[in-house]
């Protein structure tokens, strides 16, 4: 990329954070999704991997299920078998999806048993004994979760599907790990002396639930781990949706995160570049959707126009901040082909006005023309297709190589990595931080811009290498790393039991 269209990528990047508001998650972001919190899409993350060996690859991270307690039992956090969970591509620009890889789960209730005074009683809790650290060491689980995976070419109900397979089996069923109980129930028997950590044990756990898949007409083969993770989404949550209660001046680590001690479940897929793109288009669409039966789940008719959309995450936080609340629901069950009925959102954002009035500060001057172009197509040069239609998702250019983590810039394009948001989307991006300062107008033009400004922030940081206690408090404790570098990227969950265990995080 030369010099002067680097500059406008930064440019044009920053001035499109403005449209996307001042997070970078989805946590109950409309009215009806409240009701279902199964299906609420939190996170979608999509960027190239930066795994050592793995750079040929691209990441999919689709986060469900928000704000989850890590004593949330006794039933936790199992994913709904009524409905459908995609992760969508669009590789060449018309806002339909062209790839669709499709989840659907299965919960099979064992109903363990115990003899209680002569008589056969179902047990109450998920587990009647300890289990792992194999995928098939489930005897004590009550509650056994899988999942298979297809993919549809095309349109998403109407598209050729083809099932994607274990690599290394020929199975068309994965396990997905139980969430973390507690550390007394996941088993470690590597030196059959109990000597292992016990916060590792999970981790042995959860890796074995990671699989090599075969992808009907992909070279080469892929990942797929859908399990619980610590959640990654940094935010000093509170005193931002406090009317913004916090100094937006502030040091970039002098806030807590307020999401530190929450679990999530996430979607992880791993898939080869070739696979994603189409003929010479680098830059490939994103985003996650959920969709529950018509019916409440009284038919068990297979056929996707049983379904309803219910969720739908591309670009961060669109839905929470930027879509009026009126249209929230209706956003949710919308499809980027159809966002040019939201266009006025982009235009005429609110989100400035209410900072205006809330700080004493002049908000940028609209109608925001140069957000449509940004915020629907892709910045010019770096992440708009070369046919575009507007639409909004996330979108990565696969030609821009990764980023080791200690030398990823939080601010991505924004701190001059064009590796980073949003050019796709990483764990240790820090979205919040460049959108306050977009929102301020540092980028605009002179006459739109206004006057002093400064590095703004939420006060609450994020790098791919940090640390979080579950206080919320940045840590150097290695066990309080908030990422791992290799696939799924996102670590390890807390754990509530024993206490203070829960303190702890893998490496």
Known sequence: MSPNLKRMGLAVAVAAMASIGIQASSHREAPGITKSPKVDGTDFYMFRSYEPGHAGYVTLLANYIPLQDVYGGPNFFTLDEDALYDIRIDNDGDAVEDLTFEFRFTNSAKNLSVNSGGKTVAIPLINAGRIGPNTSDTAALNVVESYGLTLIRGDARTGRRSVVTDAMTGGRSFAKPVDRIGDKSIRDDRDGLGSVPQNDQY????????????????????????????????????????????NPVGARDSETNDLAEKNVTTLALEVPIGCLTSGNEPVIGGWTTASVRKDNGKSKDSSRKDYTQVSRLGSPLVNEVVIGYKDKNRFNASEPKDDAQFATYVTNPSLPVLIEALFGVAAPTGPRADLVQVFLTGIPGLTQPASVRPSEMLRLNTSIPPVDPPAQ?????????????????????????????????????????????LP??????????IGYSPDGEVSNDPRHRLFRPSFPYLTTPLSGSPNPAHARATP
């Open 456 to 465: 703004y922030t939420d006060g609450a940081l994020v790098t791919a290498t």
């Open 203 to 246: 981790d042995v756990y959860a890796n074995n639930h990671i699989y090599t898949i075969a992808i009907p007409g992909c070279d080469g083969t892929g990942h797929v781990f859908v399990g619980q993770r610590r959640d990654g989404f940094v935010v000093n949550l509170a005193e931002t949706f406090d009317l913004i209660n916090l």
């Open 409 to 453: 810039n939080s601010l991505g394009v924004l701190g001059g990595d064009l590796a980073g948001f949003p050019n796709g989307r990483r764990p240790g991006d820090d979205v919040v931080d460049i959108a306050l300062r977009a929102e301020m107008g540092v980028l605009l033009p002179a006459a739109q811009a206004p006057a002093g400004q």
